[in-house]
């Protein structure tokens, strides 16, 4: 049996991260904040309402807790930390549609090699040895084929936020290839660790949804 090469990857931020960005949550006004996302802001709950690779989670205000759908809980911060950090830096405007790497963004190549070993490298071998599984998780958050490689998308990861990945299946001589692309304007919108913990976040999304179809 061929041993899979696919790699672990669990989150590596931690709770302290999530509550440095809480307490910078508080100090931003919750109507701009509503307006430059595309997030839903209820006044008389104090709370906004977000989606994220298609699950829904509550952020409330001005404490920055983030629950699930539920309002529930839950242990992934990633996703909690790079939903509070487009709260407070969503600039509101258009997508550019240039779709950039992760090279290209300010400081991109000093953490590429990391970004390739946790994100692209872990998005090609689930592709390659799982692609219809990998189909339908593009299915389920609604992407879009691009017709680029053997298998690619565009898709939106928040309001705003939008996405790209393009696969090269392997075989016996050569190793499966990917790319994770980003739209430009969000080099306005995070710094380049902010978009290692977006890549972290559509990494989870992805391994928990494909090998959730295994069992």
Not at 4 to 19: A, G, L, T, V
Not at 30 to 42: A, L, T
Request: glycine share 6%; aromatic share 14%; net charge negative.
């Amino acid at each position: 049996m061929k041993q899979s090469k696919i790699q672990k990857i669990d989150p590596h931020f931690s709770e302290s991260s999530y509550f440095v960005s809480r307490d910078l949550f508080k100090n931003h006004d919750p109507f701009e904040m509503s307006e430059k996302s595309r997030c839903s802001f209820d006044q008389k709950s104090g709370t906004f309402e977000i989606a994220v690779l298609g699950e829904k989670y509550i952020v409330h205000y001005p404490s920055g807790e983030v629950c699930n759908a539920q309002e529930e809980n839950f242990d992934n911060y990633s996703v909690k930390i790079i939903i509070l950090r487009y709260l407070m830096n969503a600039k509101g405007k258009e997508n550019e549609d240039e779709l950039i790497s992760f090279k290209e963004f300010p400081d991109g190549p000093l953490y590429y090699s990391n970004f390739y070993k946790r994100c692209i490298q872990v998005f090609a071998n689930i592709g390659n040895e799982m692609p219809d599984e990998l189909k339908k998780y593009m299915n389920a958050i609604n992407g879009i084929p691009l017709g680029k490689g053997d298998l690619s998308w565009q898709f939106t990861v928040m309001p705003g936020v939008t996405a790209a990945g393009i696969l090269w299946f392997g075989d016996d001589e050569f190793e499966a290839e990917a790319q994770i692309l980003f739209d430009k304007s969000l080099t306005k919108v995070f710094n380049i660790k902010d978009l290692a913990i977006l890549g972290d976040v559509l990494i989870i999304s992805l391994k928990t949804f494909t090998f959730s179809l295994e069992k």
